[in-house]
């Protein structure tokens, strides 16, 4: 620990650490454009700069190691000049077209005019006229006028994904960001460049020009596409008080933990799939109770009466061992806990079916091979996955529960349908409007993930707990809502189920019943 | 038989009178309240693109009224609720009856009347009956059965109640100075001429008790800026829940007051029909000039001289109503009692006092 | 009773002056009545439909989207006015345009002048002064809300 002084404040920091970072520490924000935390510093946009007692000229914040008793300013005049200079050479060539600029309102540079430029600009003549329109692969396309040759983005894919796709061509003013020959970007992590980048010089087709990011607002969620749980946000669209928008969810982008931070090459990416995957939570999705006999407009407490009545038939009859259950790995915890309670425990049904979920190909940075977002706390629950099989479930089954709420994998339930056309009473429980929702004689539409609330167990063994983002469509609730009133109505365990009025009640009683929640 | 037809043909011909000059009310308000705000006013009522100053304004608003729906809320008492404007309109409209509009012309040798009935209780007729029409106000808002129109009918009959008072009391005086209680002797009187030149109008005998009836009588009137039973802006009056015909009988019914008062304070303070210095022979000016006419040249001019008073009150009356601000409640009752009755009272004393000399 | 009589007085003085009012106008509605042109008028209205007043050059009357040269909107889709418009009666979807030099333009720019309010805040906030509301037109009602909302082409097209 070491003693520095930073505008007549005395912070302690670690030694050896930066003094960007340690101003960081002691909340005084240094302007930088070209230096990332997850990257080792370049000092190539000459932003930090700031002024340290002793030395002769101003030295750079991100690449400054902190000394005992070092005292640093960071908004003295000498600073301050030294900044909008920075600024001005850096717009002298910028194209000043933020109108059509994606990257407007969230854009350091932007930003950085406005809290330390705000000079009046003495660039008279005309400015040099660059690629506007490069495309990089992946979707992501280089504007070479608005590039601030912070390298960023050729650190990101030299160091991270270790790919070298971009590199810096030429020298001096004719610098530019480019792609070797034609190779075009292909890696699983090209969105993040996006994010990383400045200014806004390279943007991705899924988001350009679709609306403006002032629009979105941000809900902080967790990534179920695989059992990584990458913190996520989805900005989505509130809407306009007259207009519809075309979809909700915008784009996804990466959430920085502070306990991922350390983490320099996990912590702030995520990958394509994830960020790119998100069309599911707007397309097909099921916002009706439907019932195959009757009427089809229903109340959320007829649906789930109708359910409990076909539950106590069985339990009238003492045939509970033909009641059977598909489940699936894309439930929180909480759900899942809930399934078991009612099926396992309440009802005694030993026929709790996961489908086997394809294992598909792993990267060794964040993907993983298992793509469903909580196998780890179906296992920790209790249920022992491949324990029953195919045949199992369906073996004299009268009463089949199925919760389907994978957007993909669609082949296993269409390998599954025309074993569970046979069963005679069949309940779905699913947020997509699929071609096999007319086979069930009772649809309840559920919540995607980033529209509830619970927790998933990603690989890694942490529980990681999310909020709502969205409001669920139509009569959509989410899982743990349906179980608990089916709980409720079924009235074997009426008690128990009386006091759950949120996902935080499940847990809490999770966390009395199985050890690995409680601890 | 031949009476009975010759008042019909009064009735008729005195109701047509006040109908016609109530409905041309409306018009002259709002061209009136224009004028004095510097603006043109309705104009633009026409009849195949003739517009002559807007006056089929009124005959486009009776449309109007009358292809309305004819609205009677669910929770109302049917009947009474549609025999409350009726009621209102009617009582008033038979007080027209007893004012005199000119001296009695000679048909074959038959003397007959300018006036439908020479009642010899007249004054009390007219208060009576429009003291009677606190039924019609008081009525619609109970029988909306909704409590403002409820709260709106209390407030307009207390204070057409309270302002009765007041009014009665102003015409005592005028009873005192004129000892009669008929219309047609009460003109007669002022006919006669004081110190040789002043006609003798109830105006120059009673001027305290021409103030006080012309504020309790525009207080009857219901208008700004006594119009607290309605209040048509702000406040929920008693005919809120009227609509249509029934609305703009009530509407009808205010004009319908304010010509009844112009034809009081013109009979009971400003000589009625008479024109001054003008006798059934013709004038006989105070500076000695005479200016002899025949008998029914005589009539007429006392007619237009009555019609032209009674228009100069409705007039004043308007003008009136767009110039103040309407009352506060506690106000106008302060008015009334504590103001008002006192000042009759007092000026019945005077006049006692006076006319004891 | 002295206070009383201060009252009394100004409701005289009130009741002289709209008589004033009423006697001088009249005086003037008669003599244009007969013919007799004067200086002053009897009322300071103006008859609107046949009698119009001169259009001020800042008013702001209804909207038109400017062109370029080769007849493309001027409006690069930067949803500023969108954003700033305090009635959200701005609506506009962007495409990428080929041309590089423009890259972005409105494939929808919908305004719906049922839910205007004719602050001008858009023409304020438009950073290549593409929408303005200098038509002079302000007689746009309509018998339907349908009507109300005028469309990219309607914008562009606008007289003037």
Redesign the interface.
């Known amino acids: 620990m070491v003693e520095i002084f930073i505008n007549d404040r005395s912070i302690k920091v670690p030694e050896g650490i930066t003094v960007l970072k340690a101003a960081e520490r002691a909340g005084i924000h240094i302007p930088h454009i070209c230096y990332h935390e997850a990257f080792a510093p370049e000092g190539s946009c000459r932003m930090c700069l700031v002024e340290i007692e002793g030395h002769l000229c101003l030295e750079l914040a991100c690449a400054t190691q902190v000394k005992e008793g070092m005292k640093v300013f960071t908004e003295t005049e000498n600073v301050r000049q030294a900044r909008q200079g920075v600024l001005e050479f850096l717009l002298a060539e910028h194209p000043m077209?933020?109108?059509?600029c994606d990257k407007?309102g969230e854009c350091t540079l932007q930003d950085y005019y406005e809290q330390y430029g705000l000079f009046e600009s003495t660039f008279m003549e005309q400015k040099e006229r660059k690629?506007?329109?490069v495309p990089l692969g992946k979707g992501l396309i280089l504007d070479r006028e608005r590039c601030v040759l912070c390298t960023r983005c050729v650190r990101f894919l030299r160091d991270i994904t270790q790919t070298e796709e971009l590199g810096v061509f030429e020298r001096g003013v004719y610098s530019e960001i480019g792609i070797f020959d034609q190779r075009l970007i292909d890696n699983n992590y090209a969105g993040n460049l996006t994010e990383l980048c400045p200014v806004g010089a390279i943007t991705d087709k899924d988001f350009?020009?679709?609306?403006?990011n002032?629009?979105l607002e941000k809900g902080a969620s967790i990534c179920p596409l695989c059992s990584r749980g990458c913190n996520i946000f989805i900005e989505h669209h509130p809407g306009?008080?007259?207009?519809d928008v075309?979809k909700r969810v915008y784009r996804i982008t990466s959430r920085v933990t502070s306990r991922e931070k350390d983490q320099k090459e996990k912590g702030y990416w995520i990958c394509d799939i994830g960020r790119y995957g998100y069309s599911y939570m707007d397309q097909d999705r099921a916002e009706k109770i439907v019932l195959k006999q009757g009427d089809s407009a229903l109340d959320p407490k007829k649906a789930v009466t109708y359910a409990a009545d076909q539950v106590k038939k069985l339990i009238y009859k003492n045939k509970l061992n033909r009641l059977g259950v598909i489940s699936n790995t894309w439930l929180t915890n909480e759900e899942l806990f809930l399934v078991k309670k009612i099926f396992t425990e309440n009802l005694e049904s030993q026929k709790v079916f996961f489908p086997t979920t394809a294992q598909r190909e792993a990267d060794d940075l964040l993907l993983t091979s298992d793509r469903t977002p909580n196998k780890k706390g179906a296992q920790e629950i209790g249920f022992s996955l491949e324990a029953i099989s195919e045949g199992q479930v369906f073996d004299g089954t009268e009463l089949l529960f199925v919760f389907w709420a994978s957007p993909f994998d669609l082949d296993q339930l269409t390998g599954l349908m025309s074993k569970i056309k046979e069963v005679q009473t069949k309940i779905l429980f699913t947020p997509f409007e699929r071609e096999w929702n007319k086979d069930f004689d009772l649809v309840i539409p559920t919540a995607v993930p980033a529209e509830k609330a619970g927790s998933f167990t990603n690989e890694d063994e942490r529980i990681q707990h999310f909020g709502p983002v969205l409001y669920s469509p139509g009569q959509a609730r989410a899982e743990w809502e349906w179980l608990v009133s089916l709980g409720k109505e079924i009235k074997v365990d009426f008690k128990s189920y009386a006091r759950l009025s949120s996902p935080f009640d499940v847990f809490q009683m999770m966390k009395k019943k199985i050890k690995f929640f409680g601890k | 038989m031949i009476d009975v037809l010759i008042i019909l043909v009064k009735f008729v011909g005195a109701i047509v009178w006040f109908l016609v000059l109530s409905l041309y009310l409306t018009w002259a308000e709002r061209k009136e309240s224009a004028v004095m705000q510097d603006r043109v006013g309705a104009n633009r009522a026409n009849f195949f693109g003739i517009r002559v100053l807007g006056l089929f304004q009124p005959f486009a608003d009776a449309i109007k009224m009358m292809t309305k729906e004819d609205f009677t809320p669910e929770f109302s008492k049917k009947f009474l609720h549609n025999l409350a404007p009726f009621l209102s309109f009617f009582f008033v409209a038979v007080t027209i009856a007893t004012i005199p509009f000119g001296s009695p012309i000679q048909i074959s040798g038959k003397e007959i009347p300018l006036q439908v009935v020479d009642l010899n209780v007249g004054i009390l007729f007219v208060l009576a009956f429009l003291a009677l029409s606190i039924y019609g106000v008081i009525l619609s808002g109970w029988v909306s059965n909704n409590r403002w129109t409820l709260l709106g009918g209390l407030r307009g009959s207390a204070q057409l109640i309270s302002y009765e008072v007041a009014l009665g009391l102003s015409l005592i005086g005028i009873v005192m100075v004129f000892p009669s209680l008929q219309f047609s002797e009460i003109v007669g009187f002022q006919s006669e001429v004081l110190f040789g030149w002043l006609p003798k109008w109830g105006i120059f005998l009673q001027p305290l008790g021409f103030i006080i009836f012309l504020m309790a009588a525009m207080a009857e009137s219901e208008r700004v800026p006594f119009d607290l039973p309605e209040g048509e802006s702000e406040i929920v009056g008693f005919f809120t829940e009227y609509g249509g015909l029934k609305y703009g009988l009530y509407m009808f019914t205010d004009f319908m007051k304010v010509l009844i008062i112009s034809c009081l304070l013109t009979t009971l303070f400003f000589g009625g029909y008479h024109v001054p210095w003008l006798s059934a022979e013709g004038f006989h000016f105070p500076w000695g000039g005479e200016w002899l006419l025949p008998y029914w040249l005589v009539v007429v001019f006392q007619v237009i001289m009555f019609n032209l008073k009674v228009f100069f009150f409705c007039w004043l009356q308007i003008l009136v109503r767009w110039t103040y601000p309407r009352f506060r409640y506690d106000q106008l009752m302060d008015f009334g009692w504590k103001f008002l009755i006192p000042l009759s009272l007092f000026n019945i004393a005077a006049t006692a006092f006076f006319m004891s000399l | 009773m002295f206070r009383l009589f201060g009252y009394f007085i100004e409701i005289i003085r009130g009741i002289l002056i709209t008589a004033r009012h009423f006697i001088v106008n009249m005086v003037f509605h008669i003599l244009n009545l007969f013919g007799i042109k004067t200086k002053r008028k009897g009322a300071f209205t103006i008859q609107y439909p046949e009698q119009k007043t001169e259009i001020a050059e800042r008013h702001r009357s209804l909207h038109r989207l400017m062109k370029r040269e080769d007849g493309k909107p001027r409006c690069v889709a930067c949803m500023l006015c969108e954003t700033v418009c305090p009635s959200e009666c701005i609506y506009i979807e962007a495409t990428e345009d080929p041309d590089p030099e423009i890259q972005k333009y409105p494939s929808t720019f919908i305004i719906d002048l049922s839910r205007c309010c004719f602050c001008g805040f858009c023409v304020e906030a438009c950073p290549e002064d593409a929408i303005r509301m200098d038509t002079g037109e302000v007689e746009f009602a309509q018998y339907n809300r349908k009507d109300m909302v005028l469309d990219l082409e309607s914008l562009l097209n606008e007289p003037k």
């Open positions: 077209d933020c109108p059509i407007a690629d506007k329109n350009r020009f679709k609306t403006r002032w629009f306009f008080a007259r207009f075309p």
